[in-house]
């Protein structure tokens, strides 16, 4: 099965932008209008058991990896570069390792190849908690989620896995109860058997703990050709925090 997209732009130049975990590729579409009115062409895209792709009881690195070779070959595209934020990098970088002909140039956005200690439990138990037969409106699932988080940022992210059912009620775009069960693989780290010998830019939010010298050293030895940035005012969720910087160092770079 192909991967659900959304291509802005027509052009020579590909981009493929790659969500981060429980996200979609609605969360880069403000930002691939403006990088598509420069001349490139970009694929949005849903990774599976997220957004409007497929579900899956398998959910792993090397299997989206697949997809998004599938994806390629499908639009017959032979060279693109590829922007990847945390879950979404860790596939763009396992896929550049294994197929470096195909990658222009690689961004990663906050995040590295090492595994992460990071506890998705409270996102799950929330989520799994509300009753979506229930639930009227986003906002009153918004205020739901007020019971466990602080940031409205954050809520309005979870609310995007909304999707209205055919009798009308809510239900979740993503597959969350697999997502729930295989989220360990998404923590894990990235390896391979050689290093990716082409140029890499690492974009680290200044107030995201993700990439730090002890971690960039090990992520070196698979892309030993890398370059990191920092954005100020940013945390983790780099192109909403500071989108104005944020595209103008993806744009320069690209």
Not at 5 to 27: E, P, T, W, Y
Not at 86 to 113: C, H, N, Q, R, W
Not at 150 to 159: K, P, R, Y
Request: aromatic share 12%; net charge neutral; charged share 25%.
């Amino acid at each position: 099965m192909i991967l659900n997209s959304k291509v802005l732009g027509s052009s020579k130049k590909k981009i493929i932008i790659l969500h981060g975990f429980l996200g979609s590729l609605d969360n880069w579409i403000t930002f691939s209008k403006k990088i598509s009115e420069n001349n490139f062409e970009v694929h949005l895209i849903d990774q599976r058991n997220h957004g409007k792709s497929f579900h899956s009881n398998e959910f792993n690195y090397e299997l989206m990896v697949k997809d998004l070779h599938e994806y390629i070959s499908k639009y017959n595209i032979n060279s693109v570069s590829i922007i990847g934020h945390s879950m979404g990098g860790k596939t763009a970088m396992l896929f550049s390792l294994i197929y470096p002909d195909l990658v222009e140039k690689l961004i990663v956005v906050d995040i590295l190849t090492v595994s992460y200690n990071k506890s998705y439990d409270m996102i799950f138990d929330s989520l799994l908690s509300i009753n979506l037969e229930e639930i009227k409106s986003r906002n009153e699932f918004n205020l739901y989620l007020k019971k466990y988080f602080d940031d409205d940022g954050f809520i309005l992210f979870l609310s995007k896995n909304l999707k209205r059912s055919s009798n009308g009620s809510f239900k979740y775009k993503s597959n969350i109860k697999v997502l729930q069960e295989t989220y360990s693989n998404v923590t894990s780290s990235i390896c391979y058997h050689k290093e990716y010998g082409k140029e890499v830019l690492f974009i680290k939010g200044e107030n995201s703990d993700y990439i730090d010298s002890k971690n960039l050293k090990i992520t070196s030895k698979l892309f030993p050709n890398y370059k990191l940035t920092e954005i100020k005012n940013a945390g983790h969720w780099i192109h909403h925090e500071n989108p104005d910087d944020f595209f103008s160092i993806c744009l320069n770079y690209l």
